[in-house]
């Protein structure tokens, strides 16, 4: 059984110096596929931290968080990877940690950058967990996922395939390994259908996908019920009360800070829609609420009005 001895200040130390998350920020890896080397977050879990910017040839769709655990009878991977080539690269670096095999992939949401690796690990004879929810988006929108990863990635998108998980659950999923408890959840709606995040209680990790945004300005899809995410956040987020947290995109950090830039963003949004549409304001007015004080965040430029959009589109029926 593996034992942590001590967990304090290890996030301070794993990036210590480390510079805020920019879309400018080159390749930091570039003799690998990976955007970023993997790092030790705490004691036996580790992340390769992606870009902060959309995905491109450059960053090879390394623009989110490819995680693993390592135990004593096996690792699991959180996150397949954007193409088979980028899985490929990340279990070479799993390889060089451990000589533990790879038993399990869990994807975190239907996205591309989380299954369109699959296809690597299914060739490994590794089984691939999703929530029902993810998997039913994914087979729905593969092709079109696929075909957008292969124009931006060009010879990089050599050898991925669609590949379904082969298994998948529907509000929780656990498992011990090597003593190690692991929780796969879906906490309830948020950023998208089938959004998971996997909990490791014994030592107060969580690896929070999408619910959990700091570094980057969360995206609000079409469709996205942003008051269901708010209700997800208050009654399971939470509650569960982690002390690290590694999120869908930017550097591991503590539930405080992606409360402020996620929580707390969508309350500020929601606040000034609501005055805006008590005032009598329509759509094109919506576009221009004021979220100066979320402007240091990546990708406000190309997100703040767009969510500002969704949010009155959602809130006007309310």
Same mark, same amino acid.
């Given at each position: 059984?593996?034992?942590?001895?001590?967990?304090?200040? @290890?996030?301070?130390? /794993?990036?210590?110096? =480390?510079?805020?998350?920019?879309? &400018?920020? *080159? %390749?930091?890896?570039? $003799?690998?596929?990976?955007?970023?080397?993997?790092?030790?977050?705490?004691?036996?879990?580790?992340?390769?931290?992606?870009?902060?910017?959309?995905?491109?040839?450059?960053?090879?769709?390394?623009?989110?968080?490819?995680?693993?655990?390592?135990?004593?009878?096996?690792?699991?991977?959180?996150?397949?990877?954007?193409?088979?080539?980028?899985?490929?690269?990340?279990?070479?670096?799993?390889?060089?940690?451990?000589?533990?095999?790879?038993?399990?992939?869990?994807?975190?949401?239907?996205?591309?950058?989380?299954?369109?690796?699959?296809?690597?690990?299914?060739?490994?004879? @590794?089984?691939?967990? /999703?929530?029902?929810? =993810?998997?039913?988006?994914?087979? &729905?929108? *593969? %092709?079109?996922?696929? $075909?957008?990863?292969?124009?931006?990635?060009?010879?990089?998108?050599?050898?991925?395939?669609?590949?379904?998980?082969?298994?998948?659950?529907?509000?929780?999923?656990?498992?011990?390994?090597?003593?190690?408890?692991?929780?796969?959840?879906?906490?309830?709606?948020?950023?998208?259908?089938?959004?998971?995040?996997?909990?490791?209680?014994?030592?107060?990790?969580?690896?929070?996908?999408?619910?959990?945004?700091?570094?980057?300005?969360?995206?609000?899809?079409?469709?996205?019920?942003?008051?269901?995410?708010?209700?997800?956040?208050?009654?399971?987020?939470?509650?569960?009360?982690?002390?690290?947290?590694?999120?869908?995109?930017?550097?591991?950090?503590?539930?405080?800070?992606?409360?402020?830039?996620?929580?707390?963003?969508?309350?500020?949004?929601?606040?000034?829609?609501?005055?805006?549409?008590?005032?009598?304001?329509?759509?094109?007015?919506?576009?221009?609420?004021?979220?100066?004080?979320?402007?240091?965040?990546?990708?406000?430029?190309?997100?703040?009005?767009?969510?500002?959009?969704?949010?009155?589109?959602?809130?006007?029926?309310?």
């Amino acid at each position: 059984m593996l034992r942590v001895s001590t967990l304090a200040a @290890v996030l301070a130390v /794993a990036f210590a110096g =480390a510079s805020a998350a920019s879309e &400018e920020i *080159a %390749d930091q890896y570039p $003799q690998s596929e990976l955007y970023s080397k993997p790092v030790e977050v705490i004691p036996y879990v580790w992340s390769a931290i992606g870009a902060t910017a959309p995905p491109t040839y450059e960053n090879a769709g390394h623009n989110n968080n490819l995680s693993f655990i390592v135990t004593d009878e096996g690792v699991v991977v959180i996150n397949a990877g954007a193409s088979a080539r980028l899985a490929a690269a990340l279990h070479d670096e799993i390889r060089a940690v451990t000589d533990q095999p790879v038993v399990l992939v869990i994807n975190e949401n239907g996205q591309g950058h989380a299954m369109l690796g699959n296809s690597y690990w299914a060739d490994q004879g @590794v089984d691939i967990l /999703a929530h029902e929810d =993810a998997i039913e988006t994914f087979r &729905e929108e *593969a %092709d079109f996922i696929l $075909q957008a990863m292969q124009r931006y990635n060009r010879d990089k998108a050599e050898g991925t395939r669609i590949a379904i998980p082969n298994l998948s659950f529907e509000d929780t999923y656990d498992l011990t390994l090597g003593g190690v408890d692991i929780r796969v959840m879906h906490m309830g709606p948020a950023h998208e259908p089938g959004d998971t995040q996997v909990w490791l209680p014994q030592w107060g990790l969580l690896i929070a996908g999408d619910i959990a945004f700091h570094e980057r300005m969360l995206p609000i899809f079409e469709g996205v019920c942003t008051s269901c995410w708010l209700e997800t956040w208050e009654t399971r987020m939470e509650p569960l009360a982690p002390t690290y947290v590694i999120p869908g995109h930017g550097h591991p950090t503590n539930l405080a800070q992606v409360r402020r830039y996620t929580y707390d963003y969508l309350i500020d949004l929601r606040a000034k829609i609501g005055a805006h549409i008590e005032a009598g304001g329509d759509l094109a007015g919506a576009y221009y609420v004021d979220q100066e004080r979320w402007r240091n965040l990546d990708t406000f430029e190309e997100l703040a009005t767009k969510n500002a959009g969704r949010v009155f589109e959602e809130m006007e029926w309310e």
